[in-house]
C-alpha cells in the first residue's frame, strides 16, 4: 500500500533556530501534499496544500514566512520552521493524495519541541 | 462549507464490550465521509471510508460504519473491542468535486479498560 514516511520523528531546537522536516511518498508519486499541525489532544489543522513545482497554499491565519514549504519533486514536500519559539511546539503532520483525489495517506508525524 | 461533530471527547468501555463513536456532519452537498484511527505518536492510518453505493461500511480491525443521510451521520461501530483498540478516533468529510480536503472532527478518545 502507500506508504508516506516524515523525517525527523522528534526534534528538539533552540528557540530561534530553524528546522527542516521531510515528508516523502515511497511507492508513488504525489503531486499533492498537505501539511497539518495538531495540538495535543485536538484534532488537525491543516496549514497548507504544498503541490509540485508550484508554490504552496496556505490555510488563512498561517504565516507563510514563517512555515516555508517546498515541493520540489513529486515524492518530496519539505516544512521549514523558521526562527521557531517555543509555541511552535506541536505535532506536525504531512499527508500525501494518492491517484483517486479523495484518498489522503498519512505520514508517521514529527514531534518538533522548541526550547 | 462543511463540519463535522464528534460528540463525545472520550469513551470509556470495558474489553470485548461493544462501543460506538458518534459522528454527524453538515454539508450542502453530497459527501465522502471518513473514519481514521491514530494511535500515540503517530500518524492517521484510515479505518474506512463511504463514497458511495452500499451504506454500511466495513472496515479495518473489525470495524465498521453507518451512513445516514437523513440524520446526517457516521456512527463507528465495533461489536467486540480489545486494548489495542485504545487510540484516538476522528472522522473526517470532504465534498465530491470540491478540493477534496477533508474536515476533521475533534477526535474521540476510546479507551479499553481489561
Known amino acids: 500500500g502507500a506508504v508516506v514516511s516524515q523525517h525527523p520523528s522528534r526534534v528538539i531546537c533552540k528557540s530561534g533556530t530553524s528546522v527542516k522536516i521531510e515528508c516523502r511518498s515511497l511507492?508513488?508519486?504525489?503531486?499533492?501534499m498537505f501539511w497539518y499541525r495538531q495540538f495535543p489532544k485536538q484534532s488537525l489543522m491543516l496549514m497548507a496544500t504544498s503541490n509540485e513545482g508550484s508554490k504552496a497554499t496556505y490555510e488563512q491565519g498561517v504565516e507563510k514566512d514563517k512555515f516555508l514549504i517546498n515541493h520540489a519533486s513529486l515524492t518530496l514536500s519539505t516544512l521549514t520552521v523558521t526562527s521557531a519559539h517555543p509555541e511552535d511546539s506541536s505535532f506536525y503532520i504531512c499527508?500525501?493524495?494518492?491517484?483517486?483525489?479523495?484518498?489522503?495517506?498519512f505520514g508517521p508525524g514529527t514531534r518538533l519541541t522548541v526550547t | 462549507a462543511q463540519s463535522v461533530t464528534q460528540l463525545d471527547s472520550q469513551v470509556p468501555v470495558f474489553e470485548e464490550a461493544p462501543v460506538e463513536l458518534r459522528c454527524n456532519y453538515s454539508s450542502s452537498v453530497s459527501v465522502y465521509l471518513f473514519w481514521y484511527v491514530q494511535y500515540p505518536n503517530q500518524g492517521l492510518q484510515l479505518l474506512l471510508k463511504y463514497l458511495s453505493g452500499s451504506t454500511l461500511v466495513k472496515g479495518i480491525n473489525g470495524f465498521e460504519a453507518e451512513f445516514n443521510k437523513s440524520q446526517t451521520s457516521f456512527h463507528l461501530r465495533k461489536p467486540s473491542v480489545h486494548i489495542s483498540d485504545t487510540a484516538e478516533y476522528f472522522c473526517?468529510?470532504?465534498?465530491?468535486?470540491?478540493?477534496?480536503?477533508?474536515?476533521f472532527g475533534r477526535g474521540t478518545s476510546l479507551i479499553v479498560h481489561p
Open positions: 511507492d508513488f508519486q504525489a503531486t499533492t
Open positions: 499527508s500525501a493524495q494518492g491517484q483517486e483525489v479523495n484518498e489522503q495517506y
Open positions: 473526517a468529510v470532504s465534498e465530491p468535486g470540491g478540493s477534496y480536503i477533508p474536515t
